[in-house]
C-alpha cells in the first residue's frame, strides 16, 4: 500500500509541475528579457509587480510603440484592425543612474535592474465592455495590470487607415475611456448582486458605481487604502492610474514643445479622466520604429537625430533626444505615475556569498502611507533572511558612492543600522544583517 501511494504522490508531483511549466506565469513568453540577460525565478518573482497594459484604438500605433520599448520586433504591426490578438509581452529594465556605480564599488560580477512588464493588447473597439472585438478578453488582461498607457494618434497619415475614417484625438480618447467606465460598472454591478459583498466591500463598491453613473473613474473617487485593498482583486480598469501617449508625427516630435502644449489641451478636453492624478507625453513610434531597424543604440540615436537635424556630436543634444524616447521617458514616467521607488542590495555583502548588485522596484500607496519595511523585504528575499533578521544596514546610494568601498563608508559612520520597523525609502542601499 505505501508503494503505491508513493508512486501516486510521483505521479501527482509531475503533473503539477507540467501544470506550472505550462502556466502563463512561468511561461516562456513572460520570461523574455529585452537583452540576453538572465533573470532567475526569485528574482523574477521578487521583482516582476509592476506591469503595464498598453490599450487605445485600432491603428493608434500601439504595436509600433511596443516594438520601440522593447527595443525588439515582438509585436506584429499591420494596417488593419486587431492585426494583435494574444497579449504581446516585454520585460524591460529600468534606467538607473546608480546601478552601475554600484556594482562597480561593491565589485559585483553581474548587475540586475529593476524592471517593469509591458503588455501590448489588441485595439480595443467601441462596445469592447460587451465583448464586441473580443473586448472581454482584452479587459481581463488589462485588469492584471497596474497602469494602463493609453496610446491617443493625432498624426495623419493617409496609408494608415482610421477606424472612423478621420482623426479625432478627443473623440478616440473618450471612445476607450468610456469603455472602461462601462466595462467597471458592469463588473462592479455584477459583484453587488452577490450576498458574500457585504460591509465595506459594499459600501466602496456602491460608492463606486454612483461615481461611475456620473462618469467620475473610480481613481477620482478619494477612496481610502482600506476601500482599495478591499476591492483589489477586482481589477477596476478606472482605478487604474492612466499614462496618456500622444503619438505625433516626425515633425511634431522635432518642436517638441510645442507638442506638448498641444497634447495638455487636447487632455483637458477629454472627459473621464483624472488631471490630477493620470500623466501625459509625447512619442513618434513610427519614427522610432524606423530608428530600430539600426544595430545599436548609438546608431539609432545618430539617425533619429540626423533625421531630425539635430547635432550628434553636441553631447547635450544627444542626452536630450535619449531621454526622450520611449525606452527610456515611457518607464521612467510609469515611475513617476505609480510612485515607485527602488532599493538596491549587494554592496557589503561578502564575495563568497554574492557577486550580484539589484535593484527593486517598491511600490508605494496610493495615500502615501507605509509601504515596505526591513523585515517585510527580508521576507521578500528570502524567508530564512526573515527568520533570522537581527538588523538592516541603510545608506542612500548617493552616500555610498562618495566612498571607495562599502567599508569606507562604514568607518565614516554613513552607514546607520535601523531595525524590522524601518521603512525603506527611495535609493536605498540595504544590508540584511541576519543568523
Not at 501527482?12 to 506565469?25: A, H, L, R, Y
Not at 488582461?141 to 477606424?163: K, N, Q, S, Y
Not at 460608492?207 to 482600506?226: D, N
Not at 543604440?297 to 524616447?325: A, P, S
Request: proline share 4%.
Amino acid at each position: 500500500m505505501a508503494f503505491f501511494i508513493c508512486l501516486l504522490a510521483i505521479k501527482n508531483v509531475k503533473s503539477f509541475q507540467e501544470c506550472i511549466q505550462k502556466s502563463s506565469f512561468y511561461g516562456r513568453e513572460v520570461f523574455q528579457p529585452i537583452r540576453p540577460e538572465k533573470f532567475n525565478k526569485r528574482d523574477h518573482i521578487m521583482r516582476m509587480k509592476t506591469k503595464v497594459g498598453i490599450l487605445g484604438l485600432p491603428n493608434v500605433g500601439k504595436s509600433t510603440l511596443f516594438n520601440a520599448i522593447s527595443q525588439r520586433s515582438l509585436a506584429h504591426a499591420a494596417n488593419f484592425p486587431f492585426c494583435t490578438i494574444d497579449p504581446n509581452v516585454s520585460i524591460n529594465p529600468v534606467a538607473d543612474p546608480y546601478l552601475k556605480r554600484l556594482g562597480s564599488l561593491a565589485d559585483s560580477v553581474v548587475t540586475r535592474p529593476a524592471i517593469i512588464e509591458w503588455v501590448d493588447v489588441a485595439g480595443l473597439a467601441k462596445g469592447a465592455h460587451r465583448g464586441e472585438g473580443l473586448g472581454n478578453r482584452f479587459l481581463a488582461t488589462l485588469r492584471e495590470c497596474d497602469a494602463l498607457c493609453h496610446i491617443i494618434r493625432t498624426f495623419a497619415d493617409p496609408d494608415i487607415i482610421h477606424v472612423d475614417g478621420k482623426i479625432d484625438p478627443t473623440a478616440d480618447a473618450e471612445a476607450i475611456n468610456l469603455e472602461l467606465i462601462y466595462a467597471d460598472l458592469a463588473h462592479a454591478q455584477r459583484r453587488l448582486e452577490k450576498k458574500s459583498c457585504v460591509n465595506i466591500e459594499r459600501a466602496t463598491l456602491e460608492r463606486i458605481v454612483e461615481g461611475l453613473e456620473k462618469g467620475i473613474p473610480a481613481r477620482s473617487l478619494g477612496l481610502s487604502s482600506e476601500e482599495c485593498k478591499i476591492i483589489k482583486s477586482m481589477g477596476l480598469l478606472t482605478l487604474k492610474p492612466v499614462l496618456y501617449i500622444f503619438n505625433v508625427d516626425e515633425v511634431d516630435f522635432c518642436y517638441r514643445s510645442q507638442a506638448m502644449e498641444n497634447s495638455e489641451s487636447i487632455l483637458k478636453s477629454i472627459q473621464y479622466c483624472d488631471l490630477n492624478i493620470d500623466l501625459y507625453t509625447i512619442v513618434s513610434a513610427k519614427l522610432e520604429s524606423r530608428a530600430s531597424q539600426e544595430d545599436s543604440n548609438g546608431k539609432q540615436l545618430e539617425y533619429l537625430m540626423e533625421e531630425l537635424g539635430m547635432d550628434f556630436e553636441n553631447m547635450e543634444e544627444r542626452i536630450k533626444m535619449e531621454h526622450n524616447l520611449s525606452y527610456n521617458i515611457l518607464p521612467n514616467m510609469i515611475s513617476k505615475l505609480l510612485k515607485l521607488s527602488t532599493v538596491y542590495t549587494g554592496p557589503g555583502v561578502s564575495p563568497s556569498r554574492s557577486r550580484t548588485t539589484k535593484a527593486y522596484i517598491l511600490p508605494r500607496s496610493r495615500q502615501q502611507q507605509k509601504t515596505m519595511t526591513a523585515y517585510n523585504f527580508a521576507g521578500r528575499l528570502h524567508g530564512e533572511i526573515q527568520k533570522g533578521f537581527i538588523c538592516a544596514e541603510i545608506i542612500t546610494a548617493e552616500d555610498l558612492l562618495m566612498h571607495e568601498s562599502y567599508i569606507a563608508a562604514k568607518q565614516s559612520g554613513s552607514v546607520r543600522t535601523e531595525g524590522k520597523e524601518y521603512i525603506l525609502a527611495p535609493n536605498d542601499v540595504i544590508l540584511i544583517k541576519w543568523k
